[in-house]
C-alpha cells in the first residue's frame, strides 16, 4: 500500500469484527508473531495467519493465492470477510535485516506487473520483507 494512502487513510481502528477472527485464531492456539497498521499475524498450524483491514492487501492476497513466485510469499489461502476485513494464509518468514536493493525492488516490481499488481501500491518498507527459512530468499510478505 502506497505511504500516502497509509497516511490519509490512517492506522488500525477498533473493529468487532477484526477482534473475533484473533479471538477465534488464538482460540485454536494461534501465536502471536507480530502486527502493523493493518493487521496482526499469528503462528498457527505451522503456517502465519494474518488477520487484516487493509482492502488493497487482500486484493494482493487474492491475486498472488497459489503462485510460486520469485519475490513475493507463497500466500496458501485467502478468506475475504468483508471489504475491508480478510484472513491471509502464508508461508511463515525468517527476520531479514540486510538492506533491500535497488536489483530486488526492480525484480519485485516486474514481477507484480506481470502478475496484475500495480508497483505504486506495493508498500516498501523494510519491515515488509523478510527471508524464506529454507532457502534463505528474500520475499515481500506485506503484499
Not at 17 to 25: A, H, L, Q
Not at 84 to 113: C, H, P, Q
Request: glycine fraction near 10%; hydrophobic fraction near 35%; aromatic fraction near 8%.
Amino acid at each position: 500500500m502506497k505511504l500516502s494512502k497509509i497516511i490519509l487513510e490512517g492506522p488500525l481502528e477498533y473493529d468487532p469484527g477484526f477482534s473475533r477472527e484473533i479471538d477465534k485464531i488464538q482460540d485454536q492456539g494461534g501465536k502471536y508473531i507480530g502486527s502493523g497498521d493493518y493487521g496482526s499475524v499469528y503462528l498457527l498450524n505451522g503456517k502465519a495467519v494474518k488477520v487484516t483491514t487493509d482492502e488493497v492487501e487482500i486484493e494482493h492476497a487474492e491475486i498472488l493465492k497459489g503462485k510460486k513466485t520469485n519475490n513475493f510469499v507463497f500466500i496458501y489461502d485467502v478468506k475475504k470477510l468483508d471489504t475491508k476485513l480478510g484472513i491471509i494464509t502464508m508461508e511463515v518468514m525468517g527476520e531479514y535485516k540486510g538492506e533491500i536493493t535497488n536489483e530486488f525492488i526492480d525484480a519485485l516490481e516486474k514481477e507484480s506487473s506481470n502478475l496484475g499488481i500495480d508497483p505504486d501500491e506495493l508498500d516498501l518498507r523494510p519491515d515488509n520483507f523478510m527471508v524464506h527459512p529454507k532457502s534463505g530468499k528474500l520475499k515481500m510478505t506485506d503484499v
